[in-house]
Protein backbone atom coordinates (compact mmCIF):
# COMPACT_ATOMS: atom_id res chain seq x y z
CA UNK A 1 0.00 0.00 0.00
CA UNK A 2 0.73 3.50 -1.01
CA UNK A 3 1.65 6.26 1.86
CA UNK A 4 -1.78 7.33 3.68
CA UNK A 5 -2.81 10.39 2.33
CA UNK A 6 -4.51 10.76 5.48
CA UNK A 7 -3.37 11.82 9.04
CA UNK A 8 -3.66 8.71 11.31
CA UNK A 9 -6.57 10.72 13.23
CA UNK A 10 -8.56 10.59 10.18
CA UNK A 11 -10.27 7.36 10.46
CA UNK A 12 -13.34 7.84 8.83
CA UNK A 13 -14.34 9.78 5.81
CA UNK A 14 -17.93 11.44 4.05
CA UNK A 15 -17.73 11.96 0.47
CA UNK A 16 -20.85 13.19 -0.79
CA UNK A 17 -21.21 12.84 -4.69
CA UNK A 18 -19.09 9.80 -4.24
CA UNK A 19 -20.44 8.50 -7.58
CA UNK A 20 -19.75 10.86 -9.54
CA UNK A 21 -16.65 11.60 -11.86
CA UNK A 22 -14.62 12.96 -9.47
CA UNK A 23 -15.71 11.73 -6.34
CA UNK A 24 -15.44 8.22 -7.28
CA UNK A 25 -12.27 8.93 -8.55
CA UNK A 26 -11.52 10.05 -4.30
CA UNK A 27 -13.45 7.20 -3.34
CA UNK A 28 -11.00 5.12 -5.26
CA UNK A 29 -8.31 6.69 -4.05
CA UNK A 30 -9.05 6.77 -0.26
CA UNK A 31 -9.82 2.94 -0.37
CA UNK A 32 -6.27 2.17 -2.27
CA UNK A 33 -4.25 4.22 -0.20
CA UNK A 34 -5.35 4.76 3.33
CA UNK A 35 -7.11 2.79 6.08
CA UNK A 36 -10.13 4.99 6.58
CA UNK A 37 -13.60 4.11 6.78
CA UNK A 38 -15.06 5.92 3.41
CA UNK A 39 -18.65 6.66 3.08
CA UNK A 40 -20.60 7.26 0.37
CA UNK A 41 -23.20 9.55 0.02
CA UNK A 42 -24.94 9.89 -3.11
CA UNK A 43 -28.62 10.05 -4.44
CA UNK A 44 -27.54 7.68 -7.56
CA UNK A 45 -28.81 10.36 -10.51
CA UNK A 46 -28.71 10.44 -13.96
CA UNK A 47 -24.85 10.97 -14.14
CA UNK A 48 -23.63 8.42 -11.27
CA UNK A 49 -21.79 5.55 -11.74
CA UNK A 50 -20.57 3.43 -8.97
CA UNK A 51 -19.08 0.51 -11.66
CA UNK A 52 -15.31 2.18 -11.14
CA UNK A 53 -15.72 1.59 -7.18
CA UNK A 54 -17.18 -1.67 -7.93
CA UNK A 55 -14.14 -2.67 -10.03
CA UNK A 56 -11.63 -1.45 -7.28
CA UNK A 57 -13.24 -3.12 -4.52
CA UNK A 58 -13.21 -6.24 -6.72
CA UNK A 59 -9.34 -5.70 -6.88
CA UNK A 60 -8.50 -4.46 -3.49
CA UNK A 61 -10.35 -7.59 -1.89
CA UNK A 62 -12.18 -7.95 1.59
CA UNK A 63 -9.96 -5.60 3.74
CA UNK A 64 -11.34 -2.75 1.17
CA UNK A 65 -14.82 -3.33 0.90
CA UNK A 66 -15.65 -3.95 4.90
CA UNK A 67 -14.04 -0.02 4.78
CA UNK A 68 -16.52 0.84 1.95
CA UNK A 69 -20.41 1.80 2.41
CA UNK A 70 -22.67 3.30 0.59
CA UNK A 71 -25.08 5.59 1.96
CA UNK A 72 -28.16 6.72 -1.46
CA UNK A 73 -29.05 9.86 0.23
CA UNK A 74 -30.29 12.79 -1.50
CA UNK A 75 -29.57 16.05 0.44
CA UNK A 76 -32.76 17.68 -0.75
CA UNK A 77 -33.82 15.49 2.44
CA UNK A 78 -32.43 17.25 5.37
CA UNK A 79 -34.01 14.44 7.91
CA UNK A 80 -31.84 11.46 5.67
CA UNK A 81 -29.22 13.74 5.47
CA UNK A 82 -28.85 14.55 9.41
CA UNK A 83 -29.53 10.69 9.88
CA UNK A 84 -26.64 9.52 6.84
CA UNK A 85 -23.97 12.10 8.88
CA UNK A 86 -24.63 10.71 12.59
CA UNK A 87 -24.13 7.54 11.03
CA UNK A 88 -21.11 8.04 9.12
CA UNK A 89 -19.75 9.85 12.14
CA UNK A 90 -17.06 11.64 10.07
CA UNK A 91 -13.56 12.80 10.75
CA UNK A 92 -13.56 14.27 7.24
CA UNK A 93 -16.14 15.44 4.87
CA UNK A 94 -15.65 16.10 1.54
CA UNK A 95 -18.41 17.91 -0.24
CA UNK A 96 -18.64 17.05 -4.10
CA UNK A 97 -22.18 16.40 -4.80
CA UNK A 98 -23.57 18.57 -7.00
CA UNK A 99 -25.49 19.43 -10.05
CA UNK A 100 -23.03 20.57 -13.06
CA UNK A 101 -23.72 20.44 -16.63
CA UNK A 102 -24.15 23.97 -18.34
CA UNK A 103 -26.48 23.51 -20.56
CA UNK A 104 -28.62 21.54 -18.34
CA UNK A 105 -28.87 24.41 -16.03
CA UNK A 106 -29.98 26.94 -18.95
CA UNK A 107 -32.96 24.70 -19.65
CA UNK A 108 -33.69 23.14 -15.87
CA UNK A 109 -31.97 26.22 -13.59
CA UNK A 110 -34.61 24.85 -10.74
CA UNK A 111 -33.00 21.60 -10.08
CA UNK A 112 -28.90 23.36 -9.56
CA UNK A 113 -30.85 25.58 -6.88
CA UNK A 114 -32.01 22.43 -5.07
CA UNK A 115 -29.39 20.43 -5.51
CA UNK A 116 -26.16 22.67 -4.94
CA UNK A 117 -27.52 25.80 -2.54
CA UNK A 118 -30.28 23.99 -0.27
CA UNK A 119 -28.30 20.91 -0.66
CA UNK A 120 -25.11 22.54 0.50
CA UNK A 121 -27.60 23.95 3.57
CA UNK A 122 -28.77 20.89 4.73
CA UNK A 123 -25.25 19.18 4.39
CA UNK A 124 -23.57 22.15 6.15
CA UNK A 125 -26.39 22.23 9.14
CA UNK A 126 -26.06 18.25 9.40
CA UNK A 127 -22.02 18.32 9.49
CA UNK A 128 -22.02 21.26 11.68
CA UNK A 129 -24.64 19.54 14.52
CA UNK A 130 -22.19 16.65 14.31
CA UNK A 131 -19.45 18.47 14.68
CA UNK A 132 -20.60 20.27 17.88
CA UNK A 133 -21.20 16.79 19.45
CA UNK A 134 -17.73 15.52 19.54
CA UNK A 135 -15.09 15.61 21.90
CA UNK A 136 -12.40 18.21 22.19
CA UNK A 137 -10.14 16.27 20.21
CA UNK A 138 -12.12 15.13 17.70
CA UNK A 139 -13.44 18.56 16.86
CA UNK A 140 -9.71 19.63 16.27
CA UNK A 141 -9.04 17.50 13.84
CA UNK A 142 -12.91 17.60 11.68
CA UNK A 143 -12.91 19.64 8.58
CA UNK A 144 -15.19 19.63 5.81
CA UNK A 145 -13.74 20.58 2.14
CA UNK A 146 -16.00 21.96 -0.19
CA UNK A 147 -14.86 21.33 -3.96
CA UNK A 148 -16.25 24.36 -6.49
CA UNK A 149 -15.26 25.19 -9.54
CA UNK A 150 -13.56 28.01 -11.30
CA UNK A 151 -16.84 29.02 -13.42
CA UNK A 152 -17.93 30.84 -10.22
CA UNK A 153 -15.32 33.65 -11.26
CA UNK A 154 -17.11 34.36 -14.74
CA UNK A 155 -15.39 35.09 -18.10
CA UNK A 156 -11.44 36.09 -18.50
CA UNK A 157 -10.18 38.09 -21.50
CA UNK A 158 -7.37 37.37 -23.30
CA UNK A 159 -4.82 37.76 -20.34
CA UNK A 160 -4.45 36.96 -16.89
CA UNK A 161 -5.62 34.39 -14.79
CA UNK A 162 -8.43 33.78 -12.08
CA UNK A 163 -6.87 33.52 -8.04
CA UNK A 164 -8.25 33.13 -5.01
CA UNK A 165 -8.86 37.04 -5.48
CA UNK A 166 -10.53 37.04 -7.72
CA UNK A 167 -14.39 38.64 -7.57
CA UNK A 168 -17.16 36.35 -7.97
CA UNK A 169 -18.90 36.90 -11.43
CA UNK A 170 -20.95 33.94 -12.31
CA UNK A 171 -22.72 33.84 -15.71
CA UNK A 172 -24.97 30.85 -15.93
CA UNK A 173 -27.73 28.97 -13.42
CA UNK A 174 -24.94 26.32 -12.52
CA UNK A 175 -22.04 28.39 -11.81
CA UNK A 176 -24.85 30.89 -9.60
CA UNK A 177 -25.41 28.01 -8.18
CA UNK A 178 -21.93 26.79 -6.82
CA UNK A 179 -21.22 30.73 -6.13
CA UNK A 180 -24.17 30.40 -3.77
CA UNK A 181 -23.00 27.69 -2.06
CA UNK A 182 -19.18 28.98 -1.72
CA UNK A 183 -20.72 31.75 0.41
CA UNK A 184 -22.67 29.70 2.18
CA UNK A 185 -19.89 27.25 3.40
CA UNK A 186 -17.84 30.65 4.01
CA UNK A 187 -20.80 32.09 6.21
CA UNK A 188 -20.98 28.73 8.42
CA UNK A 189 -16.98 29.11 9.24
CA UNK A 190 -17.33 32.66 10.07
CA UNK A 191 -20.60 32.42 11.63
CA UNK A 192 -20.29 29.16 13.75
CA UNK A 193 -16.64 28.27 13.10
CA UNK A 194 -17.58 25.17 11.20
CA UNK A 195 -14.04 24.75 10.02
CA UNK A 196 -13.54 24.30 6.20
CA UNK A 197 -11.05 24.66 3.28
CA UNK A 198 -12.44 25.56 -0.05
CA UNK A 199 -10.95 24.70 -3.85
CA UNK A 200 -12.00 26.11 -7.69
CA UNK A 201 -10.58 23.91 -9.68
CA UNK A 202 -10.22 23.90 -13.81
CA UNK A 203 -11.88 21.93 -16.24
CA UNK A 204 -11.68 18.21 -15.08
CA UNK A 205 -10.84 15.23 -18.00
CA UNK A 206 -10.10 11.87 -17.26
CA UNK A 207 -11.41 7.79 -17.46
CA UNK A 208 -15.24 7.60 -16.46
CA UNK A 209 -16.33 10.64 -17.18
CA UNK A 210 -19.73 10.76 -18.14
CA UNK A 211 -20.53 11.80 -21.82
CA UNK A 212 -22.21 14.87 -21.51
CA UNK A 213 -18.43 17.10 -21.14
CA UNK A 214 -16.55 17.61 -23.95
CA UNK A 215 -13.76 15.28 -24.10
CA UNK A 216 -15.95 12.36 -23.51
CA UNK A 217 -18.45 13.54 -26.00
CA UNK A 218 -16.05 14.33 -28.73
CA UNK A 219 -14.16 10.74 -28.23
CA UNK A 220 -17.40 8.79 -28.18
CA UNK A 221 -18.82 10.68 -31.38
CA UNK A 222 -15.78 10.16 -33.52
CA UNK A 223 -15.78 6.30 -32.51
CA UNK A 224 -19.06 6.31 -33.69
CA UNK A 225 -18.71 7.92 -36.68
CA UNK A 226 -21.22 10.77 -36.10
CA UNK A 227 -20.97 14.84 -36.20
CA UNK A 228 -18.55 15.88 -33.71
CA UNK A 229 -20.53 19.25 -32.44
CA UNK A 230 -17.97 22.11 -32.03
CA UNK A 231 -19.78 25.51 -29.96
CA UNK A 232 -19.43 28.12 -32.27
CA UNK A 233 -16.04 29.45 -33.66
CA UNK A 234 -14.47 26.89 -31.21
CA UNK A 235 -12.61 29.51 -29.32
CA UNK A 236 -13.35 29.24 -26.09
CA UNK A 237 -10.75 28.60 -24.11
CA UNK A 238 -10.32 25.82 -21.16
CA UNK A 239 -7.81 25.24 -18.67
CA UNK A 240 -7.50 21.53 -17.96
CA UNK A 241 -6.54 19.37 -15.02
CA UNK A 242 -6.80 15.68 -15.29
CA UNK A 243 -8.51 14.32 -12.87
CA UNK A 244 -6.19 12.11 -10.58
CA UNK A 245 -3.98 15.51 -10.31
CA UNK A 246 -7.34 16.94 -8.89
CA UNK A 247 -7.56 13.78 -6.16
CA UNK A 248 -3.97 14.91 -5.09
CA UNK A 249 -4.81 18.58 -4.75
CA UNK A 250 -7.72 18.01 -2.38
CA UNK A 251 -6.36 15.25 0.04
CA UNK A 252 -3.45 18.06 0.21
CA UNK A 253 -6.00 20.54 0.73
CA UNK A 254 -8.31 18.65 3.04
CA UNK A 255 -5.70 17.44 5.35
CA UNK A 256 -2.85 20.18 5.18
CA UNK A 257 -5.03 23.85 3.71
CA UNK A 258 -5.22 26.65 6.12
CA UNK A 259 -8.81 26.73 7.82
CA UNK A 260 -11.41 29.16 5.93
CA UNK A 261 -8.92 29.47 3.31
CA UNK A 262 -9.78 28.83 -0.29
CA UNK A 263 -6.71 27.60 -3.10
CA UNK A 264 -7.72 27.12 -6.81
CA UNK A 265 -6.58 24.39 -8.44
CA UNK A 266 -6.00 24.62 -12.02
CA UNK A 267 -2.84 23.29 -14.75
CA UNK A 268 -1.99 26.47 -16.91
CA UNK A 269 -1.61 30.25 -15.21
CA UNK A 270 1.87 31.75 -13.99
CA UNK A 271 3.46 29.18 -12.91
CA UNK A 272 4.46 28.60 -16.83
CA UNK A 273 2.22 25.30 -17.28
CA UNK A 274 0.68 25.24 -20.53
CA UNK A 275 -2.93 23.79 -19.94
CA UNK A 276 -4.73 26.24 -21.95
CA UNK A 277 -6.51 25.21 -24.88
CA UNK A 278 -9.20 26.31 -27.44
CA UNK A 279 -11.89 23.78 -27.50
CA UNK A 280 -10.98 23.45 -30.95
CA UNK A 281 -7.42 22.48 -30.07
CA UNK A 282 -8.93 19.87 -27.88
CA UNK A 283 -11.40 18.51 -30.34
CA UNK A 284 -8.23 18.18 -33.23
CA UNK A 285 -6.05 16.55 -30.90
CA UNK A 286 -8.89 13.92 -30.31
CA UNK A 287 -9.29 13.57 -33.82
CA UNK A 288 -5.31 13.20 -34.30
CA UNK A 289 -5.31 10.57 -31.75
CA UNK A 290 -8.44 9.09 -32.91
CA UNK A 291 -6.97 8.54 -36.12
CA UNK A 292 -3.78 6.50 -34.41
CA UNK A 293 -6.38 4.44 -32.93
CA UNK A 294 -8.81 3.92 -35.72
CA UNK A 295 -6.99 4.64 -39.08
CA UNK A 296 -9.29 3.01 -41.11
CA UNK A 297 -11.78 5.83 -40.61
CA UNK A 298 -8.88 8.78 -40.42
CA UNK A 299 -9.33 11.72 -40.47
CA UNK A 300 -11.39 12.19 -37.87
CA UNK A 301 -11.30 15.84 -37.92
CA UNK A 302 -14.13 15.32 -40.96
CA UNK A 303 -17.01 14.81 -38.60
CA UNK A 304 -16.59 18.30 -36.31
CA UNK A 305 -19.38 20.23 -36.75
CA UNK A 306 -20.12 23.83 -36.21
CA UNK A 307 -23.28 24.36 -33.91
CA UNK A 308 -24.51 27.29 -32.37
CA UNK A 309 -22.90 28.45 -29.29
CA UNK A 310 -24.74 28.48 -25.64
CA UNK A 311 -26.23 31.23 -24.03
CA UNK A 312 -23.95 32.82 -22.20
CA UNK A 313 -20.69 30.86 -22.98
CA UNK A 314 -17.38 32.08 -21.11
CA UNK A 315 -14.92 32.82 -23.10
CA UNK A 316 -12.17 31.99 -21.06
CA UNK A 317 -11.00 29.98 -18.12
CA UNK A 318 -7.31 29.83 -16.27
CA UNK A 319 -6.02 29.84 -12.96
CA UNK A 320 -3.14 30.88 -11.25
CA UNK A 321 -2.68 27.79 -8.76
CA UNK A 322 0.33 29.81 -7.42
CA UNK A 323 -0.84 29.51 -3.68
CA UNK A 324 -1.34 25.28 -3.08
CA UNK A 325 2.14 25.14 -4.97
CA UNK A 326 3.81 27.12 -2.88
CA UNK A 327 1.64 26.39 0.40
CA UNK A 328 1.34 22.95 0.07
CA UNK A 329 4.32 21.93 -2.94
CA UNK A 330 1.06 20.47 -5.30
CA UNK A 331 1.72 20.03 -8.78
CA UNK A 332 -0.03 18.40 -11.64
CA UNK A 333 2.05 14.95 -12.42
CA UNK A 334 0.01 14.62 -15.77
CA UNK A 335 0.39 16.59 -18.86
CA UNK A 336 -2.16 17.55 -21.13
CA UNK A 337 -0.97 15.68 -23.51
CA UNK A 338 -0.26 12.11 -22.01
CA UNK A 339 -3.43 12.92 -19.77
CA UNK A 340 -5.54 13.05 -22.99
CA UNK A 341 -3.95 9.83 -24.50
CA UNK A 342 -4.46 7.95 -21.83
CA UNK A 343 -8.10 9.39 -21.52
CA UNK A 344 -8.85 8.76 -25.25
CA UNK A 345 -7.21 4.97 -24.82
CA UNK A 346 -9.28 4.12 -21.80
CA UNK A 347 -12.42 5.32 -23.38
CA UNK A 348 -11.49 3.43 -26.89
CA UNK A 349 -11.28 0.08 -24.26
CA UNK A 350 -14.60 0.84 -22.18
CA UNK A 351 -16.42 2.28 -24.04
CA UNK A 352 -19.66 4.66 -22.60
CA UNK A 353 -19.70 4.76 -19.14
CA UNK A 354 -23.17 2.79 -17.77
Known amino acids: ?19 GFIGGALVRRLLRDSTALVFNLDKLGYASDLTSIELALAVLGSTAES ?20 HADPDLVFHLAAESHVDRSIEGPGVFLESNVLGTFNL ?58 DHLVRAWYHTYNLPVVLTNCSNNYGPWQFPE ?14 AIPLYGDGANVRDWLYVEDHVDALLLVATKGQLGQSYCIG ?5 GQDREHTNRQVVEAICTLMDRHRPEAAPHSRLI ?9 DRRYAIDSTKIRSEL ?23 RPQ
Open 305 to 313: TAVTDRPGH
Open 213 to 226: KLIPVVILKALAGQ
Open 67 to 86: RYQLLRVDLMDATATAEAVR
Open 329 to 351: GWKPRYPFEQGLALTVSWYLNHG
Open 267 to 271: GAGST
Open 124 to 181: LQAVRAHWDGLPHERQERFRVHHISTDEVFGSLGPMGWFSEATPYDPRSPYSASKAAS
Open 1 to 19: MSTSPLPSGIRRVLVTGGA
